[in-house]
């Protein structure tokens, strides 16, 4: 796979969602819904808790006008935060697809100019 890998610590503009979302944490998939993304990571909301600083995979239904995607990523889980009966989780990508950070690269500049 041809894909870029991240270490930066610096807070990328990020934009709301309502994304399908699927984290994968040893054989379990757990259903998500994404808040928000960056080229850098994302935040999702879960009735599951993971542990913080573990390596899991995400896959992610994206789609904006007439473009549609499933992007897959490898992230690391920097935060974890009780909301009401949910759990936010922040992750950094640490492993993606060129490709799939085109898309999200896409997708905030189409946001960004209204288009």
């Known amino acids: 796979m041809d894909s870029f ?5 610096n807070r990328a503009p990020r934009k709301k969602t309502k994304w399908n979302a699927a984290l994968k944490v040893k054989e379990a998939v757990i259903p998500v819904e994404l808040l928000d993304i960056s080229e850098q990571g994302a935040l999702v909301s879960s009735s599951l808790n993971v542990n913080k600083s573990k390596s899991i995979a995400l896959m992610i239904k ?6 549609r995607s499933v992007i897959y990523a490898r992230a690391l889980v920097r935060h974890v935060t009780m909301r009401k009966n949910n759990f936010y989780i922040g992750l ?11 898309f999200i690269k896409n997708y905030l500049e189409h946001n960004e100019l209204g288009i």
Request: proline share 0%; net charge neutral.
């Open 62 to 67: 994206a789609k904006y006008d007439k473009y």
């Open 92 to 102: 950094q990508f640490i492993a993606i697809d060129k490709h799939h950070q085109q």
């Open 5 to 9: 890998l991240f270490n930066q610590d």
